[in-house]
Nanobody
Framework: QVHFVESGGGLVQPGGSLRLSCAAS????????MGWYRQAPGKQRESVARLTYGGRTNSADSVKGRFTISRDNAKKTGVLQMNSLKPEDTAVYYCNTWPPREDSWGQGTQVTVSS
């Protein structure tokens, strides 16, 4: 069983920044693609960004230039640095493998962008 724990969310004003953290535990090799996802109220969960073990990244068009994904392969941890936040970034943010393991979703961390 693999578990992911997210942290770092909160309330931030538009234009602000947040740094989300992710920790993986359980039986998982460090050689996986890490993904960040989000789910806004009334919407389906969507992929935000992903980062391969080798360092290749891919981001949703809506966050390109604003969000940066990074990871520590040895520690099985990851970070999503979010800058220039917008109200439409409000959602619960999750980390998981990419593609996601359906039985490994964590509780997520709430990000609210509002003035």
């Amino acid at each position: 069983q693999v578990h992911f724990v997210e942290s770092g969310g909160g309330l931030v004003q538009p234009g602000g920044s947040l740094r989300l953290s992710c920790a993986a535990s359980g039986s998982i090799s460090s050689i996986y693609t890490m993904g960040w996802y989000r789910q806004a109220p009334g919407k389906q969960r969507e992929s935000v960004a992903r980062l391969t073990y080798g360092g290749r990244t891919n981001s949703a068009d809506s966050v390109k230039g604003r969000f940066t994904i990074s990871r520590d392969n040895a520690k099985k941890t990851g970070v999503l640095q979010m800058n220039s936040l917008k109200p439409e970034d409000t959602a619960v943010y999750y980390c998981n493998t990419w593609p996601p393991r359906e039985d490994s979703w964590g509780q997520g961390t709430q990000v609210t962008v509002s003035s």
